[in-house]
Nanobody, 117 residues
Framework: QVEVVESGGGLVQPGGSLRLSCAASGPRLTIQTMGWYRQAPGKEREFLATILSAGNKRVADSVKERFTISMNNARNMAYLQMNSLDFDDTAVYYC???????????WGQGTQVTVSS
């Protein structure tokens, strides 16, 4: 079993920044990819960014000018640096870990990000 825990969410003013963290753990953890998604009220879950253990990244066009994904392989952690936040960025942010040769997917419980003045 793999556990995924997000942190770093909170309340931020428009134009502000936040850095989200995702920690993965488990006795059979073999990370293939780590990714970030978000879900706003009344909307479907949206892909934001993913990073492979080898370092390759993919970021959604809608946020690529403002969001940066990174990974610390040694600590089994991924980060999402979010800059120039706007009201539309308000959502629950989720981390997804793909692990093992069978590429099982594991999700965290999410962390709330609220952009408000």
């Amino acid at each position: 079993q793999v556990e995924v825990v997000e942190s770093g969410g909170g309340l931020v003013q428009p134009g502000g920044s936040l850095r989200l963290s995702c920690a993965a753990s488990g006795p059979r953890l073999t990370i293939q990819t780590m990714g970030w998604y978000r879900q706003a009220p009344g909307k479907e879950r949206e892909f934001l960014a993913t990073i492979l253990s080898a370092g390759n990244k993919r970021v959604a066009d809608s946020v690529k000018e403002r969001f940066t994904i990174s990974m610390n392989n040694a600590r089994n952690m991924a980060y999402l640096q979010m800059n120039s936040l706007d009201f539309d960025d308000t959502a629950v942010y989720y981390c997804k870990v793909v692990s093992g040769g069978w590429r099982h997917e594991y999700w965290g419980q999410g962390t709330q990000v609220t952009v408000s003045s």
